[in-house]
């Protein structure tokens, strides 16, 4: 199963793509076995625990116990890599995994991990956060703090923390070299939807390493907390340290994230992306369901939002030119939680 992951379809965009002048390209990890393309970083951080290679040299033992905090596909896939394994795994679920009748929950139980909803935030966490935007910030502080406990209070622990680990990257640069071979290196826009940033800059970083360097985009939902999280693409010159990060070390003085850089703080570094789109919630949903509809792809709306941005890219690009983005995950993972609305074709 393990050698499953990986090496998926690049399918060119006949339909939904007819009009623009560059192809439109999606790398097919809905594909991956346990249905995203979480499934390479999951692999990629469990493998690196295991040689020790962790943020505290700590490495996964055979009787050892793998946990983060998540609250989409990373939960899933982890749960997946886990069981093939042999791992017992602690997961930490935020409560947007726990709306209504959760097919994510239900697929991540399936692979036999301990299940729990993270901690609500405390009261100085909450008086960290000073206005709406940053309500969503007190949450994923809470998971982290939840999960720094755990490892520190038993050494069979190791938490591999997706946001931090550089192993997430690595483990996406294989997407890269596939679409590298794929289209024989003659890639003009590369871009996808920016969560943990793995994926982004694990791709451009093994496109940069054949000597590719296409114009790259960042997708986020509209009125998500992504962007803020870790820095304005706006004031890239003068990105500091992401607010959560400032808000672990100001609570509790942890040294891990005074030392560690997200890897969404290293895609800034290194200059990415060159452009930056917030997509709608019903633009993503329209165009998850026109990939469904009229080319067969069963995806969410993080697919959508995807495609969405590709084709605005290609209409500005000449003819011939190719813009590769990602389907990242299915679509029924998603159905008890909308399922009267959002995902209705």
Not at 39 to 64: C, F, H, I, Y
Not at 140 to 149: F, N, S, T
């Given at each position: 199963m393990l050698e499953l992951i990986g090496n998926?379809?690049?399918?060119?965009?006949?339909?939904?793509?007819?009009?623009?002048?560059?192809?439109?390209?999606?790398?097919?990890?809905?594909?991956?076995?346990?249905?995203?393309?979480?499934?390479r970083m999951a692999l990629s951080m469990v493998e690196a625990a295991e040689q020790g290679l962790t943020w505290n040299d700590r490495k996964l033992k055979p009787e050892g116990i793998v946990c983060d905090a998540s609250a989409g596909n990373t939960a899933p896939a982890l749960a997946f890599i886990c069981a093939l394994k042999g791992y017992k795994i602690k997961l930490c679920t935020y409560k947007t995994?726990?709306?209504?009748?959760?097919?994510?929950?239900?697929?991540?139980?399936?692979?036999?991990?301990?299940?729990?909803?993270?901690?609500?935030?405390?009261?100085?966490?909450?008086?960290?956060?000073?206005?709406?935007?940053?309500?969503?910030?007190?949450?994923i502080i809470a998971g982290k703090m939840q999960m720094y406990e755990l490892e520190r209070d038993n050494p069979d622990i190791v938490w591999v923390d997706q946001i931090y680990n550089p192993y997430n990257t690595e483990g996406q640069k294989e997407m890269g070299r596939e679409i590298y071979r794929q289209?024989?290196?003659?890639?003009?826009?590369?871009?996808?939807?920016?969560?943990s940033g793995g994926t982004f800059l694990g791709v451009a970083l093994a496109l940069r390493e054949k000597s590719v360097k296409p114009l790259t985009f960042g997708v986020v939902p509209h009125k998500t907390g992504v962007v803020d999280i870790s820095a304005d693409i706006a004031k890239r010159g003068e990105v500091g340290r992401p607010k959560i990060r400032d808000k672990l070390v100001k609570l509790f003085g942890l040294k891990k994230w005074e030392t560690e850089k997200s890897i969404v703080e290293t895609?800034?570094?290194?200059?990415?992306?060159?452009?930056?789109?917030?997509?709608?919630?019903?633009?993503?949903?329209?165009?998850?369901?026109?990939l469904c509809s009229e080319e067969g792809i069963y995806c969410g709306m993080s697919s959508?939002?995807?495609?969405?941005?590709?084709?605005?890219?290609?209409?500005?690009?000449?003819?011939?030119?190719?813009v590769v983005t990602v389907i990242v995950d299915r679509r029924d993972r998603y159905l008890g939680e909308y399922p009267d609305d959002i995902y209705v074709v």
């Amino acid at each position: 199963m393990l050698e499953l992951i990986g090496n998926t379809p690049l399918l060119k965009l006949n339909k939904v793509g007819k009009g623009v002048k560059a192809n439109v390209f999606v790398k097919l990890e809905h594909l991956n076995p346990s249905g995203s393309y979480k499934d390479r970083m999951a692999l990629s951080m469990v493998e690196a625990a295991e040689q020790g290679l962790t943020w505290n040299d700590r490495k996964l033992k055979p009787e050892g116990i793998v946990c983060d905090a998540s609250a989409g596909n990373t939960a899933p896939a982890l749960a997946f890599i886990c069981a093939l394994k042999g791992y017992k795994i602690k997961l930490c679920t935020y409560k947007t995994m726990l709306l209504g009748d959760s097919a994510r929950l239900k697929i991540t139980d399936a692979y036999g991990p301990d299940i729990t909803q993270c901690i609500v935030p405390t009261e100085d966490i909450l008086n960290q956060c000073k206005n709406e935007e940053e309500q969503g910030h007190s949450y994923i502080i809470a998971g982290k703090m939840q999960m720094y406990e755990l490892e520190r209070d038993n050494p069979d622990i190791v938490w591999v923390d997706q946001i931090y680990n550089p192993y997430n990257t690595e483990g996406q640069k294989e997407m890269g070299r596939e679409i590298y071979r794929q289209l024989d290196g003659k890639i003009d826009a590369w871009g996808c939807s920016i969560g943990s940033g793995g994926t982004f800059l694990g791709v451009a970083l093994a496109l940069r390493e054949k000597s590719v360097k296409p114009l790259t985009f960042g997708v986020v939902p509209h009125k998500t907390g992504v962007v803020d999280i870790s820095a304005d693409i706006a004031k890239r010159g003068e990105v500091g340290r992401p607010k959560i990060r400032d808000k672990l070390v100001k609570l509790f003085g942890l040294k891990k994230w005074e030392t560690e850089k997200s890897i969404v703080e290293t895609m800034y570094e290194e200059g990415y992306p060159d452009e930056f789109y917030r997509v709608s919630a019903e633009d993503a949903r329209d165009m998850a369901n026109r990939l469904c509809s009229e080319e067969g792809i069963y995806c969410g709306m993080s697919s959508g939002a995807n495609v969405f941005v590709a084709l605005k890219i290609a209409e500005k690009m000449k003819v011939g030119q190719n813009v590769v983005t990602v389907i990242v995950d299915r679509r029924d993972r998603y159905l008890g939680e909308y399922p009267d609305d959002i995902y209705v074709v």
